[in-house]
Structures are given as C-alpha cells and as structure tokens.
C-alpha cells in the first residue's frame, strides 16, 4: 500500500488544486461553427479558453529560450481616477482609439473549446483518436467509442481501469491496472462491434513459459514471475514507427517489446528502478522511457537476423522529482519530458545527438501527459489547465491556456482538422480526458496569437494609460491651483476698491457710500 501511494505521489498524483491563470482575460475565447458536429456539441457557459481570474504565481508563461518580462500586467487596475467617457478606447478624443487587439489578424483562428463530452462512470485515464473516431479508456472498466462527438459504442475490459489505449490498423491495444494488455479488433460486418481477439501474453506463451525454469526472473519482495508478463500496472503503451512492434511501460519497472503480428513477447527490459511511467517510440529504432526515479533513458532497437535488442545508448536527465510523460514530434527532432514539479524539459536532435534545449514552465503542479504536432506541443497538468506552446526555432511561445477542467488533466490526443480553414493555417482538434469524468474537444491553430505579444500589448497600453492619468492629474492640478489663484487676486482687488473712499468725478462728497461701506464692515 505504501509503494502504491509513493507512486502516485511520484507520478503528480491525482492531487491537484486548481490554480487561477493569468492573462487567461487575453486569450479571446471564440465561437466555433463546425456543422459536422451538429446540435449534439455544447459548450459549457461557464467554461472557456479564457479566466477572468488574475492573480497567478506565473505573470509569464515562457520556455527558457524566451523573454522573462519583468514588468507585470495586472487587470485589476482600472481607470476609475479618469473619467470612463474620456478613458475610453472607443471615444475619439481618448488617447486610446486603438484596442489592444487592433494588431491581430480577425481572420487568424483563435484556441477554443469546441464542446464536452460526459459521462458520469468514471475518471479518464486514457484517450485515442483515428480520423472521427474516439476512444476512451477509464477507471469503470469501460473503453467507449464516440463518432463525431456522439457516442458509438464501447466494449468491457472486466478488470483493471483501463490506463492506456493506442491504435494500429484494425487492432486496439489497452494497458490496465492489473498489468494486462488485452487486444480488440473491429468487427468487419458491424464498424460499431468490438470483439476480444486476445491478452498479451496469451494463456498459451503463459504455459509454454511456465515450464522452463529459466523463464522466471526475480521481482519485488524475493517473488519469482514469468519474464513475458508484467507484475504491475501498465501505464503506457506506443507503436514502434514501422508498426511492427508494441512497446509497454509497467510500474514493475520495466518495458517489455511485443510483436503486432503474432503478439509475442520478444523481450524484457529492466529499465528503471522505480515505476516507469511513460515510453514513446521514434524515428530510426529510438526508444525513451520516463520513470518516478527522476531518469529519462535512450534505448536502440537493434535487429540482427531474428533476434531484436534494444541497448541503452544515453541517460538524457537524472533528477530528484518523478518523470511523468513522454512526447517525440512527428520527425523525431525534438524529445518532451514532463515532470511532477510542472517543468517540461526538452531536448533536441542534431545529427544523431539529443542536447538540452531548455525548459518550459506553464504549469503550478505535476505535468501529467504531452502531446506533439507539427510546430505545436501541449501540456495537461493537476493544475487543471492545458498549456499549448509553439516551437519556432529555438524558442518556445505559449500560444494559450485552455481552462474548463474541474479536475487534473490525465491524457490528451490529437488529430489533423480535416476541415478546410479559409487563411490557410494549420488547425488541430485536441481531445483533453480529466480526473473530472469528462472529455472536452478544442480547436486549436498555430497561428493563433502569441499569448505573451497580446499581455506586452496590454503591458503598453496600461502603461500609456497609467502615464496619460498622471498627466490629466497633473492638469486638473494645476488648473484649480490657477483658478484658485485667480479668485483670490479678484477678492483681493475688489475689497480694495471698497474700502477706498469714493470721490465722484465732479469732486461731491458721499456720506452714502462710506455708511454703507462701514455697515459691510
């Protein structure tokens, strides 16, 4: 019981209190019309890609390769000194007739929540999407299938909350808590029937293992077991990129490699010595693995006439916090690592040599899953938030913080927008699974505005509105100083001319006039 709570701990843990995000008033949330969903999508009114939260620990989210402003945008400040008619942007005679947003292209799509998904069974600990189909794996038991945003069937796994899913062909693979990996295929006659095609490791390899002694290696607490099966849970599984072999991460501290077509365990690795919490498969037989011992390890797949190894061949990071997730980009050049203190670490690939490339820092607790595509990669936390970055050379942008989840982010997919965009940019559809028993689906471009370019417009804009108040105050200052002055010079005039005595032109005395002078006194 202790082991399992250490590794829950070293994993970011379900634990996750909500953190205010800043700026999130920046992020402009927009309405999106996508026909093919049809009335089914909703949006929940009280969720967005944007807060009106503003007090945050992070006045910048920004990776280690980018600017650190000093300065700190804070929308609670409102020019209440000035008066609203004159303070505003939209009045001529402000000395803002621009918005902040004046400088951004209308046109540019704009990271938003297309709708949710929820169905009250259980936590999500695991999606993937192929083309217009969903899958989502969580602690019911149940793996559910959602066509368009609609729910199109679902199969049982019997036992083990279902802790990863991946897809090759017409074969679906899923990791469970029980440290089994059971396999489905799609039923030809009916697309919306699963059938069970088998476990890995099979009952068959399980006998036929059993009867060599040699089979059985030492685990944990002087326990033997088959070295095919694994004696914990599975918590991540990734399809090699020829799709010819299944890799699977256990909490039993190793990774084991499976042949897709006969299903056979064909190694057995100890990669770690703690929990291995993720493994992603790349280009050119490269393997990583992420564990709660603090390590990120490099493995090549070597293949000599029958036999496949993998060899360790570098130890990208050793630190004292558990590892947490894995991504790799399309092409294979550049590496993520998500850790349980919010930091994702990357590396980056040049002629055959991975080398730090630096950090990204967006999140207030454990990273807990990552994913890549083209230019872009995301970042779900126990923060409840979703960061999505953009590499454009050797700096990372946050693009946008998407918020709406009451619980900590588990898993994420992504999938190419097949639909058409009218500038030309590169949209994606990302399928977000929380501890909150829900799926939300955003829409999210590459081109969308620069986070930190919109909070620097804001930054200047407060500051001109800030310096033109000081300057109105000033003005008004010296003006009743002026007028002040003025009246008393007029006082003072005035009650002189009264107190002299009046001598008419014609040089006739007016006792009138000094009795009623001396009456005033």
């Not at 970011?12 to 009335?39: C, E, H, I, Q, V």
């Not at 020019?79 to 942007?89: A, C, I, K, V």
């Not at 005595?501 to 007016?510: A, E, L, Q």
Request: proline residues 3%.
């Amino acid at each position: 019981m202790l082991g399992f709570a250490m590794r829950d701990i070293k994993e970011g843990g379900p634990d996750g209190g909500g953190a205010p995000m800043l700026y999130a008033n920046t992020a402009r949330t927009t309405s999106m019309s996508r026909s093919k969903f049809g009335a089914v999508l909703h949006s929940d009114p009280n969720i967005s890609s944007s807060t009106n939260n503003v007090d945050d620990d992070f006045p910048m989210r920004n990776s280690s390769a980018s600017l650190n402003l000093s300065a700190c945008y804070d929308p609670s400040r409102m020019s209440g000194e000035g008066s609203p008619m004159t303070m505003s942007p939209w009045n001529q005679t402000s000395p803002f007739p621009k918005s902040a947003w004046a400088d951004f292209d209308e046109n540019v799509s704009q990271n938003a929540l297309i709708g949710s998904l929820v169905r009250e069974e259980g936590h999500i600990y695991s999606l993937a999407a192929s083309g217009d189909l969903l899958y989502t794996g969580s602690d019911s038991k149940n793996i559910r299938v959602w066509k368009n945003l609609k729910e199109f069937s679902g199969f049982k796994g019997n036992s083990g909350l279902v802790k990863a899913i991946i897809l090759s062909g017409e074969k679906i693979f899923t990791g469970h808590q029980d440290g089994k990996i059971r396999v489905w295929k799609v039923s030809p006659k009916n697309p919306s029937v699963h059938k069970r095609a088998g476990t890995l490791p099979s009952l068959m390899d399980i006998f036929k293992s059993s009867i060599k002694p040699s089979n059985y290696v030492e685990v944990r607490r002087r326990r033997t077991a088959l070295w095919i099966k694994h004696t914990d849970a599975v918590s991540c599984l990734s399809l090699s990129e020829d799709k010819q072999f299944l890799y699977s991460a256990s909490w039993d501290r190793t990774i084991k490699v499976w042949k897709i077509d006969n299903s056979k365990c064909i190694e057995s690795i100890n990669a770690h010595d703690d929990a291995v919490n993720s493994v992603v498969a790349s280009a050119e037989g490269l393997v990583y693995t992420g564990s709660a011992d603090g390590t990120v390890k490099v493995w090549k797949r070597e293949v000599n006439g029958k036999v496949t190894k993998h060899s360790l061949t570098q130890k990208l990071l050793e630190q004292e916090c558990a590892v947490t997730a894995l991504a790799v980009n399309a092409s294979g050049s550049v590496m993520y690592c998500g850790s349980s203190d919010g930091i994702v670490n990357f590396w980056e690939r040049f002629e055959k040599k991975l080398s730090h490339g630096g950090v990204l820092r967006g999140h207030k607790l454990a990273v807990l899953c990552l994913a890549a595509a083209g230019s872009l990669v995301l970042s779900g936390s126990a923060d409840k938030t979703i960061c999505v970055w953009r590499k454009d050379g050797v700096i990372h942008t946050c693009l946008s913080v998407l918020t709406g989840h009451n619980g900590p982010v588990k898993c994420l997919a992504i999938e190419e927008d097949r639909e058409p965009s009218n500038n030309g940019d590169q949209r994606w559809i990302v399928y977000s699974g929380s501890l909150d028993k829900s799926v939300k689906v955003w829409c999210i471009s590459s081109l969308a505005p620069d986070l930190n370019l919109m909070v620097m417009r804001q930054q200047q804009q407060q500051q001109q509105q800030q310096q033109y108040q000081f300057q109105f105050q000033q003005q008004q200052s010296l003006n009743q100083n002026h007028n002040h002055n003025q009246n008393h010079d007029h006082d003072h005039d005035h009650n002189h001319n009264q107190d002299a005595d009046s001598v008419p032109s014609d040089g006739s005395f007016s006792s009138t006039g000094r009795v009623s002078m001396t009456k005033k006194h």
